[in-house]
């Protein structure tokens, strides 16, 4: 049974600190995305990779947050330092990118508060 | 600008009636919509999808339908089961300016669906 991995599942850290959050995207799967989901704005996309290559981080905050993958089956996103109003949940998701289909396949989510 | 928009935050529905979730978009750049299911403390998993150039597509108890004129998409679920009760989101995968598609999805805020019992 494949699945997307997320690591930390729960994260609770101070203002100030840097948050590094992973993704295990499944294997074979060759695009991933990185999401936030807030109360106030729902689903949003931060970043997108497709073979490792960043392909779109405009939503992304790019002052503090960077979205690296290092390999294939590892996937990061950083948050340095991190602020109150970064608290969500980030979703990690992993697809083959092209296709008559297509859908994502989702994490189960870091739970990120920063106090 | 938010370009699918779910506009009913909840919907309560008896076992065994019909839902319906409803979406609006505004921009007709996409090649398909897709709907996704949430429970609590779960990532979403894609329920169902339909391609620009049909009206409608149907999956076991789901059923979407798209109204390209009205700019208007709707889930059917038909019965209702109480393990339906979810938050669900719609959204739209969009192509780049090459006409690429990447899977990148826009995704509605979502409707939080309750099935009683």
């Known amino acids: 049974d494949a699945r997307v991995t997320q690591t930390p599942r729960h994260k609770v850290t101070e203002m100030g600190q840097e948050v590094t959050m992973r993704c295990q995207p499944i294997l074979g799967h060759n695009t991933v995305f990185w999401y936030r989901q807030t109360m106030m704005q729902g689903l949003e996309l931060l970043a997108y990779?497709?073979?490792?290559?960043?392909?779109?981080d405009s939503g992304m905050p790019k002052d503090r947050f960077s979205a690296e993958m290092p390999d294939a089956t590892l996937a990061t996103l950083k948050i340095q330092p991190s602020e109150p109003r970064d608290s969500a949940v980030y979703f990690c998701a992993s697809g083959l990118g092209q296709g008559r289909r297509n859908e994502q396949y989702f994490g189960p989510g870091t739970r990120l508060t920063v106090t | 600008d938010q370009q699918v928009k779910q506009n009913s935050p909840s919907l309560s529905v008896q076992e065994g009636r019909i839902s319906i979730l409803n979406c609006d978009y505004t921009?007709?750049?996409?090649?398909?919509f897709l709907w996704y299911k949430k429970y609590p403390a779960e990532g979403p998993t894609f329920l169902i999808s339909i391609s620009s150039i049909k009206d409608k597509n149907e999956d076991g108890r789901f059923t979407v339908f798209l109204n390209k004129s009205a700019k208007h998409l709707s889930l059917h679920i038909v019965p209702s089961q109480p393990g339906d009760s979810a938050v669900y989101f719609c959204a739209r995968r969009s192509r780049d300016a090459g006409g690429t598609s990447y899977g990148k999805l826009t995704f509605g805020q979502g409707t939080i669906l309750t099935v009683h019992p």
């Open positions: 921009n007709s750049m996409f090649d398909y």
């Open positions: 990779f497709r073979n490792r290559a960043p392909l779109d």
